[in-house]
């Protein structure tokens, strides 16, 4: 009998040891770590990618992390988990949440009009910045001044994504506000204007006040910081040459994060224990918001509708992608910048996620793939994001 009971408990120990080698997926398989490793470096050798980070939740814990290649691939220095990547827009996430910290503090409320908050016109103050907080072109804008917070975070303003794609490159309001969801990194920068003015605190200050000291992510920041230089991953191009590392960008919420595989990590597993705001104020950022029916994010299919995306009932939260699934809802966001394509998705109610960085071009090239293998998402809107496989390019 104490024979029989010692090999259980023997086999019990060695069950329990072998799984907590495992990733338990969506679907409840399981991916043991190290071949999950093995999948990760075949992608990127096959892909061309110089480095990786990536990143994997399982009951809103790190279950696995791993950083593979290069920060600088010419001179083959290896990326780390403390490495400095440029988060992209990434940084819309981190933006969303900062907000509704504000939001429940009072500050500011999501429906009103942005402009009501200000004594005079955004168009009457002079600018501060090179350029983001130049408003002067809406001063014969008849729609502007309906724009609220939470158009700015669903992506329902009716800017363009940059002022910079308009052909004279003045911002103004293509679409009557609230109607169409269209990707815009300037609905961002409006509300962040905005609330600086009230706060009197630029983004910078607030980020570090409210996300990224209570988090301790102590290597992030909206603007590039000096104590950066020593351990910075370069973008590459598709055929892995380096960009030039971009380091004077002002903050924007929308596009100028600098953080690390680490401090991120950190960021996602806070949302997904629900840290930094309230329970009310989590149920509202991953509410669907604003239904999106358009067949691709991005360029003329932007503008053209279909059902492709209905089983999952594609839609936008505040300042993050939502979507529904048998095991919960996702919550995403990604960055495509030069050298840099992100992508994250949690699943709070399956209490899983993943993370995966790169600092390539053909980044988004096996984000397919990795997100099936790791962690069983087919959910992900692929087609809709352009992550058209690297073999099937």
Known sequence: MIVVLLISLMCFASCTK????NIVRL???????DSL????????????????AVTIFNNNEVAYKKVLGYKDYE???????????YGGSFSKAVFGVLVMKLVEDGIIDLDTALESYLPKKIYEYKPLTRWHDDFSALKNDSLYHKITARMCLTHTTGFANSRWMESDHQLRVNLEPGTRYSYSGEGFIYLQVVLEKIMGKNLEELAQEIIFKPLNMDHSSYQWSPSFEDNFAYGHTITGERFKKDIDNEPRGGSTLETTPEDYSKFLKAVLQNKIITQNSWNELFKPQFRIRSIKQFGPLALKDSTQNDAIELSYGLGWGV???????????????????HYSIIFPEAQKGIMIMT???????????LLEISIADTYTPWYWENYIPYNNK
Do not use: W
């Open 18 to 21: 072998a799984r907590a080698q």
């Open 37 to 52: 490793t093995i999948q990760i470096n075949r992608l990127i050798k096959n892909a061309n990618i110089p480095g990786i």
């Open 75 to 85: 001179k083959k220095l290896l990326l780390n988990g403390v490495t400095n990547i």
């Open 323 to 341: 979507l529904k699934t048998p095991y919960g809802f996702g919550a995403f966001k990604e960055c495509h910048g030069n050298g840099f394509q």
């Open 359 to 369: 600092n390539s071009d053909n980044g988004e090239s096996i984000f397919k793939e």
């Open 27 to 33: 679907d409840g398989t399981e991916i043991a770590k």
